[in-house]
Antibody, heavy 120, light 107 residues
Framework: EVQLVQSGAEVKKSGESLRISCKCS????????IGWVRQMPGKGLEWIGI????????RYSPSFQGQVTISVDKSITTAYLQWSSLEASDTAIYYC?????????????WGQGSLVSVSS | EIVMTQSPATLSVSAGERATLSCRAT??????LAWYQHKPGQAPRLLIY???TRATGIPARFSGSGSGTEFTLTISSLQSEDFAVYYC??????????FGQGTKLEI
């Protein structure tokens, strides 16, 4: 069974750093692109970026380039999303997603979401 | 950047009725369009891809149509569990994707 299990809720202050995780299991981790999606309070879904675990090839939405870093640890089949200096506007739910291997671009499995709350 | 616009923002319907949700792209995305269902507190779920292909396990009451810039998600005979927010997403210029702003389907 494919599972993407994300780390728990985080409460941080502006300027602090943070890394959230997405533990993937039930499939060949290195063969599927993994992505991250943001949902700000009361808002819709926004695509952040994706990474290919086999070689860590990473692509970012222009809106998020330079704001976050996506990475993986193949040894523990885990993907990460990190910030070096959080802002209050980073408050959101963040979802990790698996991209289909047969239809590039569709998100066939999602994590349960990680709530990040940042106070100013 | 391709912008996806969904309408209406909110759709009020009754159980048993038919719901039609629209998604428009600012330029052609061919048939590279997916629909997702998102319920509060849950992860979004893939419903439709390739504009009209149902994902595994999705009931036949969900159907998608369209190509180019105009797309429709139809839910025939709404069930109580169908009330949620629905998002369209294009994937025509991989690896860049954008979502629509969502349509809330409510009773």
């Amino acid at each position: 069974e494919v599972q993407l299990v994300q780390s728990g809720a985080e409460v941080k202050k502006s300027g602090e750093s943070l890394r959230i995780s997405c533990k993937c299991s039930g499939y060949n981790f290195i063969a599927y692109w993994i992505g991250w999606v943001r949902q700000m309070p009361g808002k819709g879904l926004e695509w952040i970026g994706i990474i290919y675990p086999a070689d860590s090839d990473t692509r970012y939405s222009p809106s998020f380039q330079g704001q976050v870093t996506i990475s993986v640890d193949k040894s523990i089949t885990t993907a990460y999303l990190q910030w070096s200096s959080l802002e209050a506007s980073d408050t959101a739910i963040y979802y990790c997603t698996r991209h289909s291997i047969t239809v590039a671009g569709i998100l066939d499995y999602w994590g349960q979401g990680s709530l990040v709350s940042v106070s100013s | 950047e391709i912008v996806m616009t969904q309408s209406p923002a909110t759709l009020s319907v009754s159980a048993g009725e038919r719901a039609t949700l629209s998604c428009r792209a600012t330029q052609s995305v061919n048939s590279n369009l997916a629909w997702y269902q998102h319920k509060p507190g849950q992860a979004p779920r893939l419903l439709i891809y390739g504009a009209s292909t149902r994902a595994t396990g999705i009931p036949a009451r969900f159907s998608g149509s369209g190509s180019g810039t105009e797309f429709t998600l139809t839910i025939s005979s709404l069930q109580s569990e169908d009330f949620a927010v629905y998002y369209c997403q294009h994937y025509d210029n991989w690896p860049f994707f954008t979502f629509g702003q969502g349509t809330k389907l409510e009773i």
